[in-house]
């Protein structure tokens, strides 16, 4: 035994090793894209400050790291022969649909989270009725959640009074799995008729946790917010589907605010809101190969609601299908706020019948809030945006929109081998252009 732990120890180090290499390769083209672009097809459009992009923007990119570790744990889960399993109906569960179970999960993970060592939650083949519940951590173990059947919210709006704004949340758990084949249903219909921007209340929330995996589950109809991730580090969501209506208000797909070190990848996305947005506080995020549509497509924002100061940097969108939305990849950050949108990569996306392909906002507002919609001077500052290898149709007039602040115009966008079949309106932007690029902003 003794000798196995050397050679043990010297495999896990290569895995490491070679992912890292393989992840920073992903990069290498970002890092050449300086010496692409030609000075000769810089435009400024409304602004006439200095043309040159932001030289930091590539390096920034190139030095991207995402945590690793997460996939060794998750290889490790799912091999081990001697985890602990306990099922939600050791506790009392029924899973007819009709009978309250909340408190058989509440006994369940309460177990669970107080155990030693690894040990898995099963939620078995069946429909669980359950309320409000919030599954709180530090545990001592490592736990995984296997959901195989549905967990579904009551209809019943009232059960939310102590907390309108969370069904089920996860708060302060370390090394947790929560994987599927299963479903969480947010029976979200009656929220729908009675919608109100002021409360979002969210179907999943995974508050302050580090070095999470949420895989292989089905989320849908939730009451606004499908899943949010929120002050977490260290997160790898992936193989999800997330649905609900196309009329559905506020029902994003999965919200990011807060977080660092994130992945989103291999998901399909369909809601009456945002598929992916990504919010305040929001650092190293990679989402992949992404499916979208329904909805208001991915966006970053907003940002600078109210006067406040927001921050996002270091978001890369590699690899999306866009379908069927009101916008594709959109920048949105109200006037009046401050802070900066920066270092932040759009590549290899498809884009059809969306309406607005390529938006960067800085003025935007809620036509419900008419005293927000003045001009300001202040606003949220966008720097160092590439837009690379993007094709598809719109359905508006104007493919891409550039809708920048007069007094703080969008810095370093950059336009590399974008096809798109409409018009470009544009103002206030620097831009730089690389190889086969239409439309071009007048």
Known sequence: MALMRPLLLFCVLLVLSMSSSCYSSSF???????SYVDDAHREATGFYGSGAAHPSYMSILENLKFSDPINLRTRLFSTSSSVKKVSVDDFGAEGNGAADDTQAFQKAWKTACSSSGALVLLVPKK???????????????????????????SGDRSVYRKDLNHWIMFDNVRNLLVQGPGTINGNGQIWWQNSCKRKQTKAVTFYQCNNLVVKNLKFQDAQQMHVSFEECTNVQALYLTV??????????????????????????????DDCISIVSGSQNVQASSITCGPGHGISIGSLGKGGSEDHVSQVT?????????????????????????????????????????????????????????????????VQNVLYQNIRGTSTSKDAITFDCSKSIPCQGIV????????GAECSNVNLAYKGNVSPRCA
Not at 28 to 34: D, I, V, W, Y
Not at 142 to 150: F, K, N, R, S, V
Not at 243 to 268: F, K
Not at 341 to 366: G, K, L, R
Request: aromatic residues 4%; hydrophobic residues 30%.
């Open 317 to 381: 969108v590699n690899g999306a299908k866009i379908s069927g939305t009101t916008n594709g990849v959109r920048i949105k950050t109200w006037q009046g706020g401050s802070g900066m949108a920066s270092n932040i990569a759009f590549q290899n996306i498809e884009m059809n019948d969306v309406t607005n392909p390529i938006i960067i906002d800085q003025n935007y507002c809620d036509t419900s809030d008419e005293g927000q919609c003045k001009q300001q001077s202040k606003a949220v500052k």
């Open 415 to 422: 336009l590399q081998n974008v096809q798109l079949d409409k």
């Open 127 to 153: 429909n669980y009725l359950v309320k409000p519940i919030t599954f709180s951590g530090p545990c001592k173990s490592q736990l995984t959640m296997q959901i195989y059947g549905t967990i579904e919210a």
């Open 243 to 272: 649905t609900a209506p196309e009329t559905s208000p506020n029902t994003d797909g999965i919200h990011v605010t807060n977080t660092q070190n994130i992945t989103i990848s291999n998901s399909n996305i369909g809601t009456g």
């Open 28 to 34: 290498q083209e970002n890092s050449l894209l300086h």
